[in-house]
């Protein structure tokens, strides 16, 4: 397909409101990898009037395919997309690794690791994943992986002067270690799903979390059957 037989308003006519990833291509060449948590609103933002950044005015530019894949979930489409841009690096995904104010995610090496946003290589002790495109896909990716792990994101120093949990642990987004709600095995569990999908490792976390919830599902099965045998 060439540019001038690309028409972007008739592709995003078509396009599914659910979630996904596109990829977007030009001369063959695979420009950019992005998620959606729906697929038509984030694909037509890249063709509207006004608003957008220089970046994506260039980006935009050079489109002439785009290809979809639709997931189950956001949480799906997060996991895909970090995959297909380790694997594929487009250049509009990476940046150059020599500037120092790129942002990472750091697992830090504590008891109970933090998964905590930080700027530039040197940092404290633990693990650095990145660099990531800007600070906004940093955050969005620690807000989804708070959802879905529940991994502390806190500092160290406000971790240690906890003697209740806090809002973060209210509203689901925290097991809360501070203050003995988890225990260290189910934490390390959930640092450990946590490190391999900052590492891409998408089939296999997908394939632990589908068993950890089977065994969920069937333990409280056998929990409501022995109720109802009480009865």
Same mark, same amino acid.
């Given at each position: 397909?060439?540019?001038?037989?690309?028409?972007?308003?008739?592709?995003?006519?078509?396009?599914?409101?659910?979630?996904?990833?596109?990829?977007?291509?030009?001369?063959?060449?695979?420009?950019?990898?992005?998620?959606?948590?729906?697929?038509?609103?984030?694909?037509?933002?890249?063709?509207?009037?006004?608003?957008?950044?220089?970046?994506?005015?260039?980006?935009?530019?050079?489109?002439?395919?785009?290809?979809?894949?639709?997931?189950?979930?956001?949480?799906?489409?997060?996991?895909?997309? /970090?995959?297909? *841009? %380790?694997?594929?690096?487009? &250049?509009?995904?990476? $940046?150059?690794? #020599? =500037?120092?104010?790129?942002?990472?995610?750091?697992?830090?090496?504590?008891?109970?690791?933090?998964?905590?946003?930080?700027?530039?290589?040197?940092?404290?002790?633990?693990?650095?994943?990145?660099?990531?495109?800007?600070?906004?896909?940093?955050?969005?990716?620690?807000?989804?992986?708070?959802?879905?792990?529940?991994?502390?994101?806190?500092?160290?120093?406000?971790?240690?002067?906890?003697?209740?949990?806090?809002? /973060?642990?209210? *509203? %689901?987004?925290?097991?809360? &270690?501070?203050?003995? $709600?988890?225990? #260290? =095995?189910?934490?390390?569990?959930?640092?450990?799903?946590?490190?391999?999908?900052?590492?891409?490792?998408?089939?296999?976390?997908?394939?632990?979390?589908?068993?950890?919830?089977?065994?969920?599902?069937?333990?409280?099965?056998?929990?409501?059957?022995?109720?109802?045998?009480?009865?």
């Amino acid at each position: 397909m060439t540019h001038s037989e690309f028409d972007p308003k008739h592709f995003v006519s078509n396009l599914t409101t659910r979630p996904g990833v596109y990829r977007m291509y030009g001369k063959g060449q695979l420009l950019y990898v992005g998620k959606a948590k729906n697929l038509k609103n984030r694909v037509s933002s890249y063709f509207r009037a006004t608003g957008l950044t220089t970046k994506t005015m260039a980006l935009v530019s050079r489109i002439d395919d785009i290809e979809i894949a639709v997931t189950k979930s956001e949480t799906e489409a997060l996991l895909l997309e /970090q995959t297909l *841009i %380790k694997q594929h690096r487009p &250049p509009y995904n990476i $940046l150059l690794r #020599d =500037d120092k104010s790129y942002p990472y995610i750091l697992l830090s090496d504590h008891h109970h690791p933090a998964l905590l946003f930080r700027r530039g290589t040197k940092s404290d002790s633990g693990k650095l994943y990145g660099p990531f495109p800007s600070g906004s896909a940093v955050r969005e990716s620690l807000s989804t992986m708070q959802k879905v792990f529940k991994v502390r994101q806190c500092e160290d120093g406000t971790y240690s002067n906890r003697s209740r949990p806090c809002l /973060q642990y209210q *509203i %689901k987004r925290c097991s809360g &270690p501070c203050v003995g $709600l988890i225990s #260290d =095995d189910q934490y390390a569990d959930d640092v450990r799903h946590a490190r391999m999908f900052l590492e891409g490792k998408s089939q296999q976390l997908t394939g632990n979390i589908s068993e950890k919830m089977k065994s969920a599902a069937l333990a409280m099965s056998l929990s409501e059957q022995q109720n109802c045998v009480i009865k």
